[in-house]
């Protein structure tokens, strides 16, 4: 109930709303549902001047209903798809990373989950022309990786430079560190990283399970708590600031030996998109594979249990045709 008070709207004014109140109008609610003609003469008002505050209440007050089509819509003008830079990856995924939504790519050690975020932050910096957040919470990422990266995408330093510019990182190693960097980025840094050039479009957080598994498991429910608090930060900071929230996650393995992605039934809900990550054995080849395959596990837009093959050195291979060689890749944890 929302109360008439003075100054509400023009011509509402203390005389009236004593009037109004001695006929028994105490609300907006009140008002709206009277007979307007009638309520006009018990107050000695004019029947268009109160006709006129009812039409101005109503505009302010009432909830108009919405169609679906019109909240459709309103998505798709909202919604922006990053692309990955990787075909394969873009097409598992609809397209490209979502704008509003969480993205989790899961997978073991070695299965490329952190070369991927590598990748994707280099794609979104440089060939998009927008600013990266990237939390890492292992130590895992370095510059000079990413600029080998870019090098592979442009030869000139001013591009590269730029590009590493729109890259902004932060190290953080525990989840109440996690909870300040995203309280912080929320609270205005956002807009301060995007002052450099292009708009933040992207949060990477590498890992999330790094900071949380070892909160959980047996009676310890503030670590449950805090794992709560980490997913709504993020899910209201994509939604808010229109950006692709992106994080990687451990696995474990079910009684029956079926590969999982870790953190439990409770963060199960929080991404709008699941990904495992797994390692591909190339016949014959020496050394590491960098061969992967990405199963889509959980999506609102495409069919789950669809598997993709790529090669982790997509994102490493010469885009300028200078270099008849691809260099060879690390392979991540």
């Given amino acids: 109930m929302v109360v008439l008070r003075e100054g509400m709207c023009p011509g509402l004014e203390e005389d009236l709303i004593r009037d109004l109140r001695a006929a028994d109008v105490r609300t907006v609610e009140d008002l709206v549902s009277s007979d307007i003609e009638e309520l006009a003469q018990k107050c000695s008002t004019s029947y268009k001047a109160l006709f006129a505050i ?5 505009a302010q007050h009432t909830a108009f209903p919405v169609s679906g089509a019109d909240l459709y819509e309103e998505l798709l003008s ?13 097409k598992l995924l609809d397209s ?15 299965s490329g ?7 994707v932050a ?3 910096s440089y060939q998009l022309k927008q600013s990266v957040i990237y939390i890492d919470t292992t130590g895992g990422l370095s510059a000079s990786r990413l ?23 932060f190290r953080v190693f525990d989840i109440f560190s996690l909870l300040d960097c995203l309280h912080g980025l929320s609270g205005g840094g956002l807009q301060q990283a995007s002052g450099g050039g292009g708009s933040v479009k992207a949060v990477i957080v590498d890992s999330v399970s790094a900071v949380i598994s070892p909160l959980l498991g047996g009676k310890q429910n503030e670590g449950m708590s805090l794992m709560i608090q980490v997913a709504g930060v993020l899910k209201t900071m994509a939604k808010d600031f229109n950006i692709a929230a992106l994080v990687t996650n ?8 079926e590969v999982l992605p870790g953190l439990g039934a409770s963060w199960s809900h929080i991404p709008r998109t699941r990904v495992l990550l797994e390692r591909l054995e190339e016949a014959g080849a020496a ?47």
């Fill in 54 to 58: 009812r039409r101005v209440l109503l």
């Fill in 78 to 90: 909202s919604t922006a798809i990053l692309s990955t830079g990787n075909p394969s990856l873009d």
């Fill in 96 to 110: 490209g990373l979502y704008t509003g939504e969480i993205t989790e790519l899961s997978g073991g050690p070695g």
């Fill in 113 to 119: 989950k952190s070369q991927v975020c590598f990748g």
């Fill in 122 to 124: 280099v794609h979104i």
């Fill in 147 to 169: 600029l080998q990266m870019l090098q592979t995408e442009t030869s000139n330093t001013e591009a590269q430079m730029e590009a590493l510019q729109r890259i902004h990182i």
């Fill in 250 to 257: 451990h696995v474990t393995r079910s009684g029956g030996g």
């Fill in 287 to 333: 050394g590491r594979s960098s061969l992967r395959s990405a199963t889509l596990i959980k999506s609102s837009r495409q069919p789950c249990l669809v598997t993709e093959q790529f090669d982790l050195k997509w994102w490493s291979r010469s885009k300028e045709g200078t270099s008849g060689k691809r260099k060879r890749d690390e392979t991540d944890s």
